[in-house]
């Protein structure tokens, strides 16, 4: 496998009933080598399977590239060693990973300042990008402005630029906020409503109608009772 012009291209001899002797990691590895064996299908002392093998190696793409590794060069090479028997090896060149260059605010941000919201992640300028951790920053941040009362809030999964003269990311999260609700009770204990589960509300949800009208039949089924 190798990388030209055009994007990648692989070439494969193929082999008929040929034993794989080895699996080998070879070259500057980002992770253990139990982590990079994890994501390999194609096992030693197994028939050669060009499909596991290249399964093995997108999977070990995605692992670097998932990491923060945007700059690794992982390959695969097969090479034999007898008349029925081959060596695969996995070649990496991790490099450095990808910092975080900077994080930006659009759509609706409501009362809340683009400096109020960064404060709700767990990374910002300058620390190392992974994909995950900006995925799930995005749940958590839409999760928590849903909990201060913001019911119909959405973050939608952030949009991340690369650039590679930099090794450095941007990251934008789209954000609608929407309206704060306030749950008003009259006439009744709120403690003891909340204590007994049966206030409308008070849970980590976004609002919905169908949820509301739930609610609205619960409550009012305890005073029936």
Same mark, same amino acid.
């Given at each position: 496998?190798?990388?030209?012009?055009?994007?990648?291209?692989?070439?494969?001899?193929? #082999?008929?009933?040929?034993?794989?002797?080895?699996?080998?990691?070879?070259?500057?590895? %980002?992770?253990? $080598? =139990?982590?990079?064996?994890?994501?390999?299908?194609?096992?030693?002392?197994?028939?050669?399977?060009?499909?596991?093998?290249?399964?093995?190696?997108?999977?070990?793409?995605?692992?670097?590239?998932?990491?923060? !590794?945007?700059?690794?060069?992982?390959?695969?090479? @097969?090479?034999?060693?007898? =008349?029925?028997?081959?060596?695969?090896?996995?070649?990496?060149? %991790?490099? =450095?990973?990808?910092?975080?260059?900077?994080?930006?605010?659009? /759509?609706?941000?409501?009362?809340?300042?683009? $400096?109020?919201?960064? +404060?709700?992640?767990?990374?910002?300028?300058?620390?190392? !990008? #992974?994909?995950?951790?900006?995925?799930?920053?995005?749940? +958590?941040? +839409?999760?928590?402005?849903?909990?201060?009362?913001?019911?119909?809030?959405?973050?939608?999964? *952030?949009?991340?630029? !690369?650039?590679?003269?930099?090794?450095? @990311?941007?990251?934008?999260?789209?954000?609608? @906020?929407?309206?704060?609700?306030?749950?008003?009770?009259?006439?009744?204990?709120?403690?003891?409503?909340?204590?007994? /589960? @049966?206030? *409308?509300?008070?849970? =980590?949800?976004?609002?919905?109608?169908?949820?509301?009208?739930?609610?609205? +039949?619960?409550?009012?089924?305890? !005073?029936?009772?």
């Amino acid at each position: 496998m190798r990388h030209v012009d055009s994007g990648v291209e692989v070439v494969f001899a193929l #082999w008929t009933g040929v034993r794989v002797a080895r699996v080998e990691l070879a070259g500057t590895r %980002c992770f253990p $080598e =139990p982590r990079l064996f994890g994501q390999i299908d194609q096992l030693p002392a197994a028939p050669l399977s060009e499909s596991r093998v290249l399964r093995s190696l997108y999977r070990l793409q995605d692992l670097h590239r998932e990491a923060g !590794y945007l700059e690794a060069d992982v390959h695969v090479g @097969v090479e034999p060693t007898g =008349p029925d028997e081959v060596v695969v090896a996995f070649h990496f060149d %991790c490099g =450095p990973a990808a910092t975080v260059g900077g994080v930006t605010f659009g /759509g609706d941000r409501g009362p809340f300042t683009s $400096e109020a919201l960064i +404060e709700r992640l767990s990374f910002g300028p300058g620390e190392r !990008y #992974w994909q995950e951790g900006v995925r799930r920053d995005a749940r +958590e941040l +839409e999760e928590w402005l849903i909990g201060q009362g913001y019911r119909q809030a959405r973050v939608a999964e *952030p949009e991340v630029d !690369y650039d590679p003269e930099r090794n450095q @990311v941007q990251a934008r999260f789209d954000v609608s @906020v929407g309206p704060q609700f306030d749950v008003r009770l009259s006439g009744a204990d709120r403690e003891r409503l909340e204590r007994r /589960g @049966v206030m *409308p509300l008070t849970g =980590p949800e976004r609002f919905d109608q169908a949820l509301w009208l739930r609610d609205l +039949e619960r409550l009012r089924r305890y !005073y029936q009772e």
